[in-house]
């Protein structure tokens, strides 16, 4: 494992860290423009487009949020369960190499986002935080340059993705479902925003 030395970025990333870590009572704001260290970059979006999953399930009902609006039939609560599954995949999985019990516990046996029995929305919402506290500390503690671990998703034979491919794969993912949850909202109650 590589050690990243402490750097004076670390001050701004404890900064986004504290602000998610609160809660949406605290907005996430985008990273500030004038941050130049790629790490921070790269968790600031992170953090932001998790918030912004976060708001896009706030006040909806348990039943709005398990209703399909569109004709592919995922809901709202799948799509996020699926992006706090993802995450966890990437990042634990695939770069850390654990062995997970489940790394897809959002599958279902059509090849559609499938949710636990009883999971609630508070609960998809305590998942994407967990999972962004888990990637804030594995970037904390790795370099973006350092290769994913063997045991977990990789065998020796396969080529090994980076912590910055990983990082930037995830943050895509992130972004093209928030569009897909936007609209998804707009129809189901007429909300708007970021």
């Known amino acids: 494992m590589a050690v990243r030395p402490a750097s004076a970025s670390c001050e701004a990333r404890n900064t986004l860290s504290a602000a998610y870590s609160a809660g949406m009572a605290d907005r996430v704001d985008k990273p500030d423009r004038a941050l130049a260290d790629e790490r921070d970059i790269l968790v600031g979006f992170l953090d932001y487009d998790r918030s912004a999953v976060e708001r896009k399930l706030q006040g909806l009902s348990e039943a709005d949020a398990r209703t399909s609006v569109i004709p592919s039939g995922w809901s709202m609560i799948e799509l996020a369960w699926h992006l706090a599954a993802m995450e966890r995949r990437w990042l634990r999985w695939s770069f850390l190499g654990e062995l997970l019990e489940d790394p897809y516990p959002d599958a279902s046996s059509t090849g559609s986002w499938a949710v636990p029995p009883g999971l609630t929305v508070a609960d998809a919402v305590a998942e994407l935080r967990a999972g962004g506290e888990a990637t804030r ?58």
């Open 137 to 194: 500390r594995i970037v904390a503690e790795h370099d973006l340059d350092e290769r994913s671990h063997v045991g977990g998703k990789y065998t020796d034979d396969q080529p090994l993705p980076a912590l910055r491919w990983i990082l930037t794969y995830v943050l895509q993912e992130y972004s093209r479902h928030l569009g897909h949850l936007d609209i998804a909202r707009e129809l189901i109650d007429g909300e708007t925003g970021e």
